[in-house]
């Protein structure tokens, strides 16, 4: 059997997390699989709108609660133009409003800090 992963090439990712650390940890863990490039950070909400506007990632990672602007924000802003773009939000702060805003917005996933791990396995669903 294919694995349906490698179908889609090298997935370039861009990483928003006000905390370095959650940043090292997250390039860290997509580090491992080849299939995934980190092609981007930010440290703020205006930065990721800057990256993903230099960049053009095929997913965009965004922490709920960061400076500047928050990663729904971001999310909707990114999606009212790129409606097909893959965007995850990462966040400790998983509740049901922000489940539903996520989804009436086009966020594909929410994960929260406990689940950072699966994050490449669910990269690479959402863009098989």
């Keep these: 059997m294919t694995d349906p992963a490698a179908r889609v090439g090298t997935?370039?990712?861009?990483?928003a997390d006000d905390d370095p650390?959650?940043?090292v940890l997250l390039r860290s863990l997509l580090d491992l699989d080849r299939r995934i490039e980190v092609s981007g950070e930010a440290s703020d909400g205006r930065e990721a709108l800057e990256r993903f506007a230099e960049l053009s990632p095929d997913v965009l990672v965004l922490d709920e609660r960061m400076p500047v602007m928050y990663g729904l924000e971001v999310a909707q802003?990114?999606?009212?133009d790129h409606p097909d773009q893959v965007?995850?939000?990462?966040?400790?702060?998983v509740d049901a409003t922000v489940m539903e805003?996520?989804?009436?917005?086009g966020v594909r996933s929410?994960?929260?800090k406990g689940e950072i791990h699966r994050l490449g396995e669910e990269i690479l669903r959402l863009v098989s």
């Design 11 to 15: 997935v370039r990712v861009v990483i």
């Design 21 to 23: 650390d959650i940043r």
């Design 77 to 80: 802003r990114v999606l009212a």
């Design 87 to 93: 965007v995850i939000l990462c966040t400790a702060y």
């Design 101 to 105: 805003t996520a989804a009436n917005l």
């Design 110 to 112: 929410v994960l929260g």
